[in-house]
Nanobody
Framework: QVQLVESGGGLVQPGGSLRLSCAASGSIFFINAMGWYRQGPGKNRELVATSTSAGSTNYADSVKGRFTISRDNAKNTVYLQMNSLKPEDTAVYYC??????????????WGQGTQVTVSS
């Protein structure tokens, strides 16, 4: 009943930029935290950045100063602006959202993932 649809991945050269988007749709009462995670080749999924409904943000040390997370609450959308990309940023990026589908029910949802490849 709730879907997260990501877009914006692709191939970029080192030092380049990409912007990821994730739109939530469906039976949404309220969205709490939204964020981005990534899973590189042979690695575990790791947190990249999160944003609470109040606007507080948190970043992995490896992306601080290069990535920026933002939200458009009216559109139920979260963005990840990625600058100064490095080959080690290559991964599948997943959107995550903690969504209340009613006053009493909160569910953690994941997007399908979007590939980001940083290579010359």
């Amino acid at each position: 009943q709730v879907q997260l649809v990501e877009s914006g991945g692709g191939l970029v050269q080192p030092g380049g930029s990409l912007r990821l988007s994730c739109a939530a749709s469906g039976s949404i009462f309220f969205i709490n935290a939204m964020g981005w995670y990534r899973q590189g080749p042979g690695k575990n999924r790791e947190l990249v950045a999160t944003s609470t409904s109040a606007g507080s943000t948190n970043y992995a040390d490896s992306v601080k100063g290069r990535f920026t997370i933002s939200r458009d609450n009216a559109k139920n959308t979260v963005y990840l602006q990625m600058n100064s990309l490095k080959p080690e940023d290559t991964a599948v990026y997943y959107c995550n959202a903690a969504i209340k589908t009613s006053q009493f029910v909160s569910v953690n949802y994941w997007g399908q993932g979007t590939q980001v490849t940083v290579s010359s």
